[in-house]
């Protein structure tokens, strides 16, 4: 290590990717995302329809190394579909509640996963932003603090954390916006700023039933398709950078508040949401998760009466 004067390049490296911070971000981002899994397996239901595999599922063939096919030729499908419903149910619970630690986050990244083999057809890309979170998650002790794990012990002050699973997080919430974008740029319809007009106007995406747009609205919605392009695009470079980044994730808030509003999208506007949990400095954070928590602790703390003399 330095001795004195500016840090050397391998210690600015060391200390983006390997410092110490308060475990409070990862307990906060495990809340959240706990909540969200709860929601997108709640809205694969009924359970008969996209669970069952004699219901809306893909054709058994050989997939899940075969398990799918043993299941309906045996006729167990009616039973497994509530096992593993039921089962990534309390996985996702354990998760948001902080029991078990990291072996119900670990469970709950599993579950997800094979909820995809089991029967991908119900599930939209707020999954696949799920799986890349959880992912992030299970290298981090993310019940030390909002737990109602019995486990822990309450005399023992929370542990700092290496801050590498939450760079790890940042990143894949920045693949996923510019790989988005990539992807838009390559649709002429994205090039040409129709691409919202279009959405807006379709009877299976558009959340209000409109046949055509009215004209103030269509330039509206072609500076939403490219306002929405460079967005995608340039978030990695604005995130980075410290001086746009509050500016920036309002942006986004924004942007994903205002698709949750006009369209269909199911819950990936809110899991990218969460993901800005990740951006917000983790010392503010564990500061006011604090203050919030001690705050109501004393609310329900019984007072103490006053002795008189």
């Not at 990717?17 to 706990?34: C, S």
């Not at 579909?81 to 998760?95: E, N, R």
């Not at 746009?244 to 990218?272: K, N």
Request: positive net charge; proline residues 7%; aromatic residues 12%.
């Amino acid at each position: 290590m330095s001795t004195g004067g500016a840090a050397t390049p391998v210690e600015r490296c060391h200390r983006f990717w390997f410092r110490q911070i308060p475990p409070h971000v990862y307990a906060v981002l495990r809340i959240a995302f706990g909540v969200l899994c709860l929601l997108d397996l709640l809205g694969a239901t009924p359970i008969s329809m996209f669970w069952d595999l004699n219901g809306i599922a893909p054709l058994p063939g050989g997939g899940t190394w075969g398990f799918r096919s043993w299941v309906v030729a045996s006729g167990f499908a009616p039973v497994a579909a509530w096992v593993v419903f039921t089962g990534t149910l309390l996985a996702y619970l354990c998760m948001t509640l902080g029991i078990g630690g990291q072996a119900a986050v670990f469970a709950s990244l599993l579950a997800n996963v094979w909820q995809t083999a089991w029967n991908v057809l119900p599930l939209s890309a707020s999954h696949q932003a799920l799986t890349a979170v959880l992912f992030s998650l299970v290298w981090a002790d993310c019940g030390q603090v909002l737990t109602v794990s019995p486990t822990r012990n309450a005399a023992t002050p929370p542990q700092p954390q290496s801050i590498a699973p939450l760079r790890v997080l940042q990143y894949q919430v920045c693949l996923i916006y510019f790989s988005s974008g990539v992807s838009k740029f390559s649709n002429e319809l994205w090039r040409d700023g129709s691409a919202i007009y279009y959405a807006m106007s379709h009877n299976v995406v558009q959340r209000f039933p409109v046949d055509v747009l009215p004209l103030p609205l269509q330039g509206v919605a072609t500076l939403t398709t490219y306002g929405t392009l460079a967005f995608e695009l340039a978030f990695p470079l604005l995130v980075a950078w410290r001086r746009t980044r509050i500016v920036t994730l309002i942006a986004g808030v924004g942007l994903h508040l205002g698709a949750w509003v006009t369209l269909e999208v199911g819950p990936f506007s809110w899991v990218m949401i969460a993901t800005y949990i990740a951006f917000l400095p983790p010392e503010r954070l564990a500061t006011l998760v604090d203050e919030v928590w001690q705050r109501k602790a004393a609310r329900y703390r019984p007072s103490t009466p006053s002795q008189g003399l």
